[in-house]
């Protein structure tokens, strides 16, 4: 049995994110000290650094919760696994794809950047006024 700061450590997740999984009943429940601490066993382990590394990939909590209750049942077949992780993988090419238009709109907006002063800085303008930054008149 460890208590929360060796636990932490071997699992690389911060003290207060281990008691947050717990109360939020990710965690599986610790057994406590009759002064109150958390005991934790190698499965509380376990379980934290597969939420580590699960969200390390940017799953969700609730993916995570759904995937945890697939592994405890060895006997099913993956491809509840593998529709989560579909899912998962199309959310984040979907948030590429935003991210690249962002960084185009944001190319065009800083080549349009002529120096000069404040007042007639461009890329101020095309932040108030984003209808003109699209069309190329950017103020």
């Not at 060796?6 to 994110?17: A, F, L, M, P, W």
């Not at 939020?24 to 429940?29: D, G, K, N, Q, Y």
């Not at 995570?64 to 989560?84: D, F, G, N, Y």
């Amino acid at each position: 049995m460890m208590l929360i700061g060796e636990v932490s450590k071997q699992s690389g997740c911060h003290i207060e994110t281990i008691r947050y999984y717990e109360r939020i009943a990710l965690l599986a429940p610790t057994a406590r000290t009759e002064a109150g601490y958390r005991l934790y066993r190698e499965q509380h382990i376990q379980q934290l650094r597969f939420i580590h590394r699960a969200r390390e990939l940017g799953f969700s909590l609730d993916d995570i919760r759904e995937l945890m209750s697939l592994k405890s049942q060895p006997q099913l077949p993956c491809q509840s696994v593998e529709a989560i992780t579909e899912k998962h993988l199309q959310g984040i090419q979907q948030r590429i794809e935003h991210l690249n238009s962002m960084a185009q709109e944001l190319r065009h907006v800083a080549a349009s950047c002529s120096g000069g002063d404040i007042a007639e800085c461009r890329i101020l303008g095309a932040l108030a006024n984003p209808a003109n930054a699209h069309d190329g008149n950017v103020p």
